[in-house]
């Protein structure tokens, strides 16, 4: 089955311990993004990449880091989180940069302490 | 950078009526506007696309309608079920470079 797995689905956490979310995707696209979710804000964009080891900025990219090693995987890092990264994120993948569908992964929700 | 403003934020019809959910963006560059559902507990999907050299595109009960002069594009959905109630985000931007809308929780009343 073609998706995007998110782990873990939940995490509950302390202020400034590093933490990982990992995403995966089986559809060989090339194209991966991560996207934060606030109620009232929308889903707004942290990073992306447009193919293995071409990582760039979206619009809200502060406190995060990502890395493309592999075209499967993108995982979002949080070196030392902060209460105001308590959020719920998503990441999603489509087959090129070009405009088509984004499949989007079933959400992290991250609670910091 | 692109600005996306989306109404109503909430949305409650009666089933077998139409919802129409209209946006807005600021960026004449923009020329790609997907429109996404996300169900509760689950991640959006893209429920229906349309380009700039296109001014409205069909998909069964959903349709969707763009005016570049007047930069702003619609989701329409006729005959509203049950399954329709959702939350709906409209994008606009370019590539995959796009912008987000605040979203709009429709409730299908049976």
């Known amino acids: 089955e073609a998706q995007v797995t998110q782990n873990p689905r939940y995490l509950i956490t302390v202020t400034g311990k590093k933490l990982t979310v990992t995403c995966s995707q089986n559809m060989n696209h090339e194209y991966m993004s991560w996207y934060r979710q606030d109620p009232g804000l929308g889903l707004r964009q942290i990073y992306y990449s447009m193919n293995v080891e071409v990582t760039d900025k979206g619009d809200v990219p502060e406190g995060y880091k990502v890395s493309r090693k592999e075209k499967r995987n993108f995982p979002l890092i949080l070196e030392s989180p902060s209460p105001n990264q308590t959020s719920l994120y998503f990441c999603a993948s489509s087959l090129s940069w070009g405009p088509s569908e984004q499949y989007f992964g079933p959400g992290t929700r991250l609670t910091v302490t | 950078g692109e600005n996306v403003e989306q109404h109503p934020s909430t949305l409650s019809v009666q089933e077998g009526d139409s919802a129409v959910i209209k946006c807005t963006y600021s960026?004449?560059?923009?020329?790609?506007f997907p429109w996404y559902k996300q169900e509760l507990g689950k991640g959006p999907q893209l429920i229906i696309d349309i380009r700039s050299n296109v001014g409205e595109k069909k998909d069964q009960r959903i349709a969707v309608t763009l005016n570049k002069t007047a930069k702003h594009f619609s989701l329409h959905i006729t005959e509203t079920q049950p399954e329709d109630s959702a939350v709906y985000f409209c994008a606009a931007g370019y590539g995959q470079n796009f912008v987000f809308g605040p979203g709009t929780r429709l409730s299908v009343l049976p």
């Open positions: 960026d004449s560059a923009s020329n790609y």
